[in-house]
């Protein structure tokens, strides 16, 4: 026995959809890659000394940009989930309510 979904399920399904490819282009476009990480402190390193900066400043640099890269590795899923769940409940809670207003029999 096979079960039709609702049109608004099937509204939900598309949004969960399109909001799950919108989240995984944003997490590829704002998340630096790791590669991206080390270039920045190869070029740092190459141009530390016009800059006078010391080796210790530069790895400094380099350990809090992967700090701050896990951080948004970890965030994204949840930023990812949250919608989500608000719009099945949102739907789920307004599907309650019509059905409260309807009349039996």
């Known amino acids: 026995m ?3 979904l609702s049109g608004w399920f099937r509204i939900f399904i598309v949004f969960a959809v399109v ?8 997490f590829c476009s704002y998340v630096p890659s790791k590669k991206h990480i080390e270039g920045l ?8 000394k016009m800059q006078n900066r010391s080796m210790s400043e530069i ?16 965030r994204y899923p949840l930023l990812w989930l949250v919608p ?22």
Do not use: P, Q
Not at 19 to 26: A, D, E, G, K
Not at 42 to 48: G, K, L, N, P
Not at 59 to 72: G, M, S
């Open 2 to 4: 096979t079960r039709k």
């Open 19 to 26: 909001w799950t490819v919108v989240s995984i282009t944003l």
């Open 41 to 48: 402190r190869a070029i740092d390193i190459v141009t530390s």
């Open 59 to 74: 790895e400094e640099r380099y350990k809090l940009n992967l700090k701050e890269r896990r951080k948004l590795i970890y």
């Open 84 to 105: 989500i769940v608000f719009v099945c409940g949102t739907g789920w809670c307004v599907g309650w309510i019509i059905r409260g207003f309807r009349k039996e029999g």
